[in-house]
């Protein structure tokens, strides 16, 4: 059997999508202090990469990026998720494919 193999370059479609930050009201946010291996779910699980562990240990998240999936609140919304909706209208992410 053939082996099937197609490389896809997320970075390169993510990078044409148009986001709206609302800097003024997070529409993520995470406890203070969130359990390490809660978080590093999120860094496994977030399809735009945006919970960050540096080599030192610290947690980053910035909710700019957001694709608004909900795979962060799924995974953690009862642990360290303290906050998920969605942005307010006209904010967020807006899709483009080109
Ligand atoms: S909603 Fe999706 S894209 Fe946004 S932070 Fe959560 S997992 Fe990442």
Same mark, same amino acid.
């Given at each position: 059997?053939? +082996? &099937?193999? &197609?490389?896809? %370059?997320?970075?390169? =479609?993510?990078?044409? %999508?148009?986001?709206?930050?609302? +800097?003024? %009201?997070?529409? *993520? +946010?995470?406890?203070? #202090?969130?359990?390490?291996?809660? @978080?590093?779910?999120? $860094? /496994? $699980?977030?399809?735009?990469?945006?919970?960050?562990? #540096?080599?030192?240990?610290?947690?980053? @998240?910035?909710?700019?990026?957001?694709?608004?999936?909900?795979?962060?609140? &799924?995974?953690?919304? #009862?642990? *360290? &998720?303290?906050?998920? /909706? !969605?942005?307010?209208?006209?904010?967020?992410?807006? !899709? /483009? =494919?080109?």
């Amino acid at each position: 059997m053939s +082996e &099937i193999k &197609i490389t896809v %370059n997320v970075d390169g =479609y993510l990078a044409v %999508n148009k986001y709206s930050v609302d +800097e003024e %009201n997070a529409h *993520i +946010e995470l406890v203070d #202090d969130p359990d390490t291996a809660e @978080f590093l779910k999120l $860094v /496994r $699980v977030c399809p735009a990469g945006l919970y960050k562990v #540096d080599e030192d240990g610290t947690k980053h @998240f910035d909710y700019s990026g957001c694709l608004e999936c909900g795979t962060c609140r &799924i995974a953690c919304g #009862d642990t *360290i &998720i303290a906050k998920w /909706r !969605y942005p307010e209208p006209t904010m967020g992410v807006q !899709y /483009r =494919y080109g």
